[in-house]
Structures are given as C-alpha cells and as structure tokens.
C-alpha cells in the first residue's frame, strides 16, 4: 500500500532556513500536501503541490518535488519560534477524494534560539 | 467566517460503550472527511462524505460508521469501544468531492478506559 515517509526530528536556529523532507512510495499520487500541527491542535494546511510541478513559492516557505524519487520537501526561510511544531507530508490520487489522504508519522520542528 | 467546528472537546468512555462526534464543516462546503490520530502518529483516513453519501471509506472496521445530513454537518459513531480507539479524531471539509484544499477542525481527543 502507499506509505510516506519522513525524519521524526529537525533541529534548527532561530533565523536559519529549516528543510523538512519526505518520500512517498505511491507513483500515481498526484496532490502531495504539507499540513502544520501545533500541540492540542488540529491541522493547518500551508501547501500543496501538483505532481506536474517541481516546485511552488509562497513568501517564507517553498516546495521542491522530484518526482523521479519522490521526494517532497518544504524550505521555511528565516525560522521564528513560532514555527515550532509538528509538519505533515501527505499525499493524494485524488486531491482528497475517496482515497483521502496518507499522511506521514510528521516531522518535530525544534527552534533553538 | 468560522472554521471547522467539532463536538465535544474531550470524551472519556468506557471499553464497550458506543460514542457519536459531531462536525460542523465550514460555510459553503458540501463534502466532510473523517481521520484518528493516534498518538505520534500521522491522521489515518476514515471515511469522506459529499451530499450525504460515503464516498470514500479507509482500513477501519464495521465498528465506524458516519452519516451527513441535509446541513453537510456529519457525526461519527464508533460502537463497542476498545482501548485502541483511543485517540484525536478529525474532522476536514472541503468545497466538493476532491478539490484538493481539505481544511481540519481542531479534533475531538476520545479517551477510552
């Protein structure tokens, strides 16, 4: 079945870019999503991106997807403490359709000062 | 405008007892998807809704059932409660059936003993 796979901690300081990588093992997955937990918190969609695109902007964060490998990856530029949270990759063949979509276990973003 | 809204906050049940959560989805749309977040672990898919119909249903059980009423409003029953079924249970809206932007509410934590 489909599986996604990403690195359960991430450590990083204050102001530097934070990477958040994810792989996904679903060829036809076409709608690849990033969502953000915060503690006793549901989920917060930041992005997502089709599989037709390599890669998507929008101000501080911006998706790389390599499809070749599928790898998923999500740049936050210029890390606050306020984004210190849990960061979901999910992916879709239908865009939230029927299948719903495949989450991983998430990614702990740590923000040292 | 409001988001996602769920019903109730926290439930504590016991093993055997039968429990309904409630969602609201946000104004305007029509389809509502069900996921568990156990804990450290990424949102597994339960079931979609769109026009008071399931669409789409994940690995769960007969135990878990849903329906949608008339309002796109949706509740989630899980009957014959087992300790595993412990856990954050989501609610996400959406405009249409896959229209790939699924917004989540903040979660039920069901707590079974």
């Known amino acids: 079945g489909e599986d996604v796979e990403q690195s359960l901690f991430l450590s990083v300081r204050e102001g530097d870019s934070s990477v958040i990588n994810c792989t996904y093992t679903?060829?036809?997955?076409?709608?690849l999503y990033w969502y953000k937990q915060e503690p006793g918190a549901g989920l917060q969609l930041l992005t997502y991106?089709?599989?037709?695109?390599d890669m998507k902007q929008d101000q501080r964060l911006t998706v790389l997807l390599n499809k070749k490998d599928k790898h998923l990856s999500l740049r936050i530029a210029d890390t606050q403490t306020g984004d210190s949270a849990i960061y979901f990759c999910?992916?879709?063949?239908?865009?939230?359709?029927?299948?719903?979509?495949?989450f991983g276990k998430g990614t702990h973003l740590i923000i040292q000062p | 405008d409001a988001g996602v809204t769920q019903s109730p906050t926290h439930l504590i049940k016991t093993r055997g007892q039968q429990v309904t959560l409630r969602c609201s989805p946000i104004?305007?749309?029509?389809?509502v998807s069900w996921y568990q977040q156990v804990l450290g672990q990424g949102p597994q898919f339960i079931f979609q809704?769109?026009?008071?119909?399931?669409?789409g249903r994940g690995n769960f059980p007969d135990r878990f059932s849903a329906r949608q009423f008339p309002n796109y409003s949706s509740e989630l029953n899980v009957n014959a409660l087992l300790l595993g079924d412990s856990a954050l249970y989501l609610c996400?809206?959406?405009?249409?059936?896959?229209?790939?932007?699924?917004?989540f509410g903040p979660g039920t934590r069901l707590t079974v003993t």
């Open positions: 999910a992916e879709s063949m239908t865009g939230g359709g029927a299948d719903g979509l495949t």
């Open positions: 104004s305007g749309h029509k389809s």
């Open positions: 679903d060829s036809s997955s076409t709608y």
């Open positions: 991106i089709f599989s037709n695109m």
């Open positions: 809704y769109y026009e008071k119909e399931e669409r």
């Open positions: 996400a809206s959406s405009l249409a059936l896959a229209s790939y932007e699924q917004y």
